[in-house]
């Protein structure tokens, strides 16, 4: 059975869940809740039915996979990162981890984009200092933290999200 995953229909914080979930082939639908237009912005798809999916903490994103119903992105994250081994194997490769997904910048404010693409060559030099001769950043595979860091310089405030994905329901 398809896990749901749930989110406002704009890319925002799910748009690296959705990545993640393609990379891995999961199998999933999607739950689009529709935002009114301004100035209201009216809430009210995702108000009626929030606290009738049985989280603990209603909020979005969620994914809801059988009777495991989580929220907050990065914790849907890694958990789809754990499940398909992509989380570090040693306590280095984690604290290595923790740090690389921390070092990322989330905006979400146009009016901040220009200060983010100043910075981003000097940010990316570092990453590539980091990442030296390694094929990845904790060494010899893929993992969480590079799968963060590579959706984030993908993210969707820079690049559009695919038409139809493979997941896609």
């Known amino acids: 059975m398809p896990m749901t995953m749930g989110y406002w229909d704009i890319h925002g914080l799910a748009h690296a869940i959705y990545l993640l979930l393609e990379y891995t082939y999961s199998s999933y639908k999607e739950k689009k809740y529709r935002m009114g237009d301004a100035p209201d912005y009216d809430r009210s798809q995702w108000l009626n039915e929030k606290f009738r999916l049985g989280l603990d903490f209603p909020n979005l994103p969620y994914l809801i996979d059988g009777a495991h119903?989580?929220?907050?992105?990065?914790?849907?994250?890694?958990?789809?990162?754990?499940?398909?081994?992509?989380?570090?194997?040693?306590?280095?490769?984690?604290?290595?981890?923790?740090?690389?997904?921390?070092?990322?910048?989330?905006?979400?404010?146009?009016?901040?984009?220009?200060?983010?693409?100043?910075?981003?060559?000097?940010m990316l030099k570092l990453y590539s200092q980091f990442l030296g001769k390694q094929p990845w950043f904790l060494g010899g595979k893929i993992t969480f933290g590079l799968e963060k860091i590579s959706t984030y310089m993908k993210s969707s405030h820079f690049l559009p999200r695919p038409m139809a994905v493979r997941g896609n329901k």
């Open 69 to 122: 119903k989580i929220i907050q992105s990065n914790t849907i994250l890694h958990c789809i990162a754990c499940r398909h081994n992509l989380c570090g194997e040693t306590e280095e490769e984690e604290i290595w981890e923790d740090i690389l997904e921390n070092q990322l910048i989330y905006n979400y404010f146009e009016k901040l984009k220009p200060e983010y693409l100043e910075v981003l060559p000097a």
